[in-house]
Each structure stands twice: as C-alpha cells, then as structure tokens.
C-alpha cells in the first residue's frame, strides 16, 4: 500500500483545512487508517483513526471535536476536516495504515505516507 497525503498549507488561527490521503492497492477498505503528526522538536503523535468500514472513530482529545476523520473506500481516500486550527496543531501531518483494527498506536501501523505540512499562524 502507497498513501499519499495532500492538502496541508498555511492558515490563519481559527481557520480549516481539509487533508487527504490517497492509497493505491485494491486492498484499502481491509486497512484501518490513521492521522499522525509532528509538531516542530516534538515527538510523532496520534490524532485521529477510522476502522475499515468507517463505522468507528477515534480522536486525541487535543482535536476532539475540531477535527473529523472519514473515509471513502470507493475512491481508496482517508480524510481529516480539521476546523478552529490553532497554533498548536501545526506540524507535518502524516496518514498511515493497519492491517489490523483501529489504534492509536504508531508501531501498529504498517504503511505510512510522506507526510504534509500544516502551519497555523497566530
């Protein structure tokens, strides 16, 4: 599985952004996907993940609420609405996938794009 991410870009405070991550392989809807960044001198850390079918979310409570994660087997894309982007969340934004369930685990992931840059400016 190939992901490539898109849509990152400079924002103002406040502001919303909408990446995406396309996959390649006939296989996409069997992965549950994931949203990972890292921010400047800090470690990679977890955001949002979705299941395979979509059914089930997860969000890191500094986003919970702000940022929405979905999915579209048909087109082998994950997305992440992230609205009211704060300083806080600029960092390079990374999509990956599991071959296993949901997690917010980093080593669980098996496929990992190459990232896309958010900046919130304040």
């Known amino acids: 599985v190939q992901l490539v991410e898109s849509g990152g870009g400079l924002v103002q405070a406040g502001g919303s952004l909408r990446l995406s991550c396309a996959a390649s392989g006939r296989t996409f809807s069997s992965y549950a996907m994931g949203w990972f960044r890292q921010g400047p001198g800090k470690e990679r850390e977890f955001v949002s993940a979705?299941?395979?079918?979509?059914?089930?979310?997860y969000y890191a409570d500094s986003v919970k609420g702000r940022f929405t994660i979905s999915r579209d087997n048909a087109k082998n894309t994950v997305y992440l609405q992230m609205n009211s982007l704060k300083p806080e969340d600029t960092g390079l934004y990374y999509c990956?996938?599991?071959?296993?369930?949901?997690?917010?685990?980093?080593?669980?992931?098996?496929?990992w794009g190459q990232g896309t840059q958010v900046t919130v400016s304040s």
């Open positions: 990956a996938a599991a071959k296993g369930s949901m997690t917010s685990v980093y080593s669980r992931y098996d496929y």
């Open positions: 979705i299941s395979w079918s979509g059914g089930t979310t």
